[in-house]
C-alpha cells in the first residue's frame, strides 16, 4: 500500500530564504508526482506535475525533483516571500489514477 | 470561467438527512474524483469516474453515492448523515493520468 510522508510538518524561515520541502513515497511504481499549495480554508491548487519519466520540473521560483529509485521528491522555493505561506502537499498518482496525499508541511514566511 | 466548480460552499445539516453536493468542470476533462479532507486535513480518495463509469471506490460507506449525469458532473449523494461525515469534500478531475485540478471544496457540518 502506498503511503506518503512530508518532512517538516511545519516550518517558520524568515524572508528571502531558500527552502527544502521534503516528501518520500514507499511503492516507486508510480505515473506521475503532484505538489500542491493550499491556503487556510481554501481549496488545492496545482503548483507542479512530475511525471515518471521526468527528473524536475520548474515554475518561477518552484523546482521540484523526482527521483523514483528512492522514493523522494523535493519542492525547492527560491528567495521566499511571506505571499508563499501556506500548507504545501505533495501526491502521488496511484494505479488507478487517484491521487495519494501526505500531511502537508505548513510554511510561514516572516517578514 | 471557472475550472472545476462545487456548489454549495458551505453546508449545515442535521444528523439522519439527505444532502448532495454538485460538481462541475469545464476542462473537458475525462475522469473526476471526490476527495475528503478530515479534521486533522489529512485528504484522501473516496471516488473516481471515468467515461461514466466507477473505477475505484475506497472503504467509503454506502450511504454515499456518487452520481455522473455527464462527463462533465460529478455529484455526490449523502444519505443518512453522521456527525463523522463533517468535513470538507473535494472534487477534482483530470485527463487521466494527468494533472488534477480541485474545485473549492465544500465545508459539510453535520449537527
Known amino acids: 500500500k502506498q503511503e506518503v510522508t512530508q518532512i517538516p510538518a511545519a516550518l517558520s524561515v524568515p524572508e528571502g530564504e531558500n527552502l527544502v520541502l521534503n516528501c518520500s513515497f514507499t511503492d516507486s511504481a508510480i505515473y506521475n508526482l503532484q505538489w500542491f499549495r493550499q491556503d487556510p480554508g481554501k481549496g488545492l491548487t496545482s503548483l507542479l506535475l512530475i511525471q515518471s519519466s521526468q527528473r524536475e520540473q520548474t515554475s518561477g521560483r518552484l523546482n521540484a525533483s523526482l527521483d523514483k529509485s528512492s522514493g523522494r521528491s523535493t519542492l525547492y522555493i527560491a528567495a521566499s516571500q511571506p505571499g508563499d505561506s501556506a500548507t504545501y502537499l505533495c501526491a502521488v498518482v496511484g494505479s488507478q489514477g487517484n491521487l495519494i496525499f501526505g500531511k502537508g508541511t505548513k510554511l510561514s514566511v516572516k517578514p | 470561467d471557472t475550472a472545476v466548480s462545487q456548489t454549495p460552499k458551505y453546508l449545515v445539516t442535521q444528523m439522519g438527512n439527505d444532502k448532495s453536493i454538485k460538481c462541475e468542470q469545464n476542462l473537458g476533462h475525462d475522469t473526476m474524483y471526490w476527495y475528503k479532507q478530515d479534521s486533522k486535513k489529512f485528504l484522501k480518495i473516496m471516488f473516481s469516474y471515468n467515461n461514466k463509469e466507477l473505477i475505484i471506490n475506497e472503504t467509503v460507506p454506502n450511504r454515499f453515492s456518487p452520481k455522473s449525469p455527464d462527463k462533465a458532473h460529478l455529484n455526490l449523494h449523502i444519505n443518512s448523515l453522521e456527525l463523522g461525515d463533517s468535513a470538507v469534500y473535494f472534487c477534482?478531475?483530470?485527463?487521466?493520468?494527468?494533472?488534477?485540478?480541485f474545485g473549492p471544496g465544500t465545508r459539510l457540518t453535520v449537527l
Open positions: 477534482a478531475s483530470s485527463q487521466d493520468p494527468g494533472e488534477q485540478f
